[in-house]
C-alpha cells in the first residue's frame, strides 16, 4: 500500500481526517496496515470478503457497531467502526493486533481480520456467545436462583483469565472491566470481550499508562486521578465484579457523579462490603479494592486466596444424594 496512492489496497483518502495529518503521521497509519495484513496472512487468519456474510446488526457504541455474520457455516459476529474516523481505525487495529496474540478457554476468541474494498470496512471477527452479559445475567435472575457454587465458578474463571493476561509477555492491562464486557453462556462459563481500551504493558516502565480509561463504577482511584497505574487497577475492577456477583447490587448503586467523585477524592470513604456475609471473602474484595494501588493485592494474591476460599466453600456444598 502506498500513502500517495489514492487507488491502493485501502483508500484511506476516504477518511475525511486522515487527509489532514501530517505526513509522517499518514505513513505511520498505513505502515501499520500493512504489517497487519503481512501477519493476518502468515498467521492465516486474513479473511477474505468474498468469504463472509454480514447480517443483522446486534449492538452499537460509541465507536464502534457488532453485526451477526456467517463464515464457512459458523454463527460468528464482526466488529466494525462507527463511522470512519482515523482515530478510531486505529483503535481497531490496536484491538486486532493485541487480540490475535491471545489464546485462552473464557476469552471470547479471535477468528481474523477482513477488508471490504467495496464498503472500504475494516472488520474484526469474533467468536459469538449464545449468552448474556454478566450485568444482564444478574440482573434477571434472583439471588436465590444463583448458588453459591456458580458465583464462585464464574468468579474463578474471571480471575484465571486476568491471570492469564497479566502473565503475558509482555503483560496485558485490560482497563476496561465492567459487566457489560463479560458474558456468560447457559453452562455458568465466562468468555471475556472487548478489548478496545486493552493494551500491552511496557515491560521495563510498570508505571507508565495515565489518563481516565475505562468506566467510571468500575474504575481504579489511580486512574480516575490520572496517575500513573498498572495492572493493579484491573484487580479493583474485579474486586468489584466479585462484590456485584455474590450481592447482585452494582457497586456504588445509589451514587450519583458527584458521589462517586467524592468517593474518589476522599480518603476516609469506603465502599462497605457488609453485605458479603461469608467474612473471608468479604477480607478477599476489601484487599482488592484498596484505593491505594501499594495496598491492594495483585492478581497472584487474589488467585492464591479466592481459589483457597472457593475450594472450601465448594467442597462442603457436597451431599451424598
Known sequence: MNVDDEEGFTK???YPSFQKLEYYDQKQIVDQINDLFKKGLEEKWLIPENEINVTNKLSEGSNSVIYDCKWRGLDIVVKM?????IALLKDLLKEIKLWSCLRHPNLVQ???FSYSQRTNEFMM???KINGRNLREFIEKKTSSSVSDYQKYH???QLINVFKFLHHC???VIYRDLKPENIMIDKYYNVKLTDFGLSRFMPESEPFKMTGTTGTLRYMAPEVFHAQHYELKADVYGLGLIIFFVFTGTRPFEKYNLDDLKNYFSNDNIVLSTQQIRNKKLRLIIDNCIKKSHHNRWDINELFTNFTELSETRTHNTCSIA
Open 154 to 156: 464464574i468468579c474463578i
Open 110 to 112: 479471535f477468528l481474523g
Open 12 to 14: 484511506l483518502a476516504n
Open 125 to 127: 471477527l469474533m467468536e
Open 169 to 171: 509477555n509482555p503483560a
Open 81 to 85: 467502526t462507527k463511522s470512519k474516523k
